[in-house]
């Protein structure tokens, strides 16, 4: 009786956790999981935009939207396009942001003035992707800051579109991208690093092992929790990338930056909110997507997985069958 007591004791007092957590997961359940069923019910069907036809009746037409869209060229286009300007931007983002992150935590070098370095290099975070987008066009636009620099060195004569091309464009996207996260993955693995048992550093240094090879032997693998936190959560947002691209494939711009720079988001957009306005044409984009993404998350989680501690899980539970074995034949 009295460990029941106890129990319901305890579930009384806990019940005010649930009731503080319980807007999150109705919130989520509404606005998220809701959706996401809806956009699978209607990659199945030819929806059409809500406002072209309000009594319109959708019908089910099966996996029809999906070979529609791997067929259709633009999409084509943005499904190699979008991976390759994350890829672009992430390879320097990561790398910039590892060394910024050896150099505030190394003790050796002792850095002043942190706090204000890191608010610059974050910075960029905090404005969004429109305005960067917006400054960069600025830029490149015909008389813009870099065609006025081109003209005047006669690094071209062409007056309208000076050195604007495909890869050009692509270059500027992964660029800004890079930009604007490479301060936020910084404050990640310094948050990471910090963490880290300062015994292990101490031993490495007692044992006279370089700057380099602590940071090979020791920070990275430790860390590699963290790094798959930003490599996934960077993989999803590249995925998703919409806003600065789409600021390229409009305007003076348009004739060469729009199919350069396309995404697998600009695709969407524009199936669902012009032309045939087939929302579930777009849906059936979005079911894809989602698919990609969820396989690329989890070829990540299987390449940075722990492989010494699964090694040893698989050691252990061989000599526990070993020793199962054992007990089963003495009996």
């Not at 669902?272 to 997507?289: D, E, Q």
């Amino acid at each position: 009786m009295a460990s029941t007591a106890k129990k319901r004791g305890k579930l009384e007092k806990n019940h005010w956790g649930y009731i503080f957590i319980a807007p999150f997961f109705l919130t989520y359940l509404i606005f998220q999981v809701v959706p996401l069923i809806d956009t699978f019910r209607y990659a199945l069907t030819d929806a059409k935009a809500w406002y072209m036809d309000p009594e319109q009746a959708y019908n089910f037409v099966g996996i029809d939207q999906f070979k529609f869209v791997v067929q259709d060229q633009f999409f084509k286009d943005a499904l190699w396009q979008t991976p390759l300007m994350w890829i672009m931007g992430f390879i320097p983002q990561l790398g910039f942001a590892l060394l910024l992150a050896a150099w505030f935590t190394n003790e050796k070098i002792r850095v002043k003035g942190q706090g204000f370095f890191k608010v610059v290099f974050y910075m960029p975070n905090i404005m969004t992707a429109a305005t960067i987008g917006a400054l960069f066009l600025a830029f490149i636009r015909p008389n813009g800051f870099i065609h006025n620099f081109c003209v005047a060195i006669e690094y071209v004569k062409n007056e309208k579109y000076p050195i604007i091309s495909p890869w050009f464009g692509r270059g500027i996207v992964a660029f800004i991208n890079f930009w604007m996260w490479y301060g936020q993955t910084m404050i990640v693995l310094i948050a990471g690093i910090l963490g880290i048992n300062p015994s292990f550093f101490e031993a490495a240094s007692i044992d006279g092992a370089s700057g380099f090879q602590t940071f090979r032997k020791i920070t990275l693998p430790l860390i590699r929790p963290i790094m798959l936190y930003s490599l996934v959560t960077s993989l999803i947002g590249g995925f998703q990338m919409f806003d600065v691209p789409n600021m390229f494939a409009v305007g003076d711009t348009h004739a060469v930056f729009g199919p350069a720079v396309s995404t697998i988001v600009m695709y969407i957009k524009r199936v669902a909110y012009s032309g045939t306005f087939s929302v579930g044409r777009a849906c059936a984009a979005s079911v894809i997507l989602f698919a990609i993404t969820a396989v690329c998350s989890l070829i990540l989680f299987w390449a940075m997985r722990d492989r010494d501690a699964a090694k040893a899980a698989k050691a252990a539970k061989k000599r526990a069958k070993e020793l199962a074995a054992m007990e089963g034949g003495n009996i």
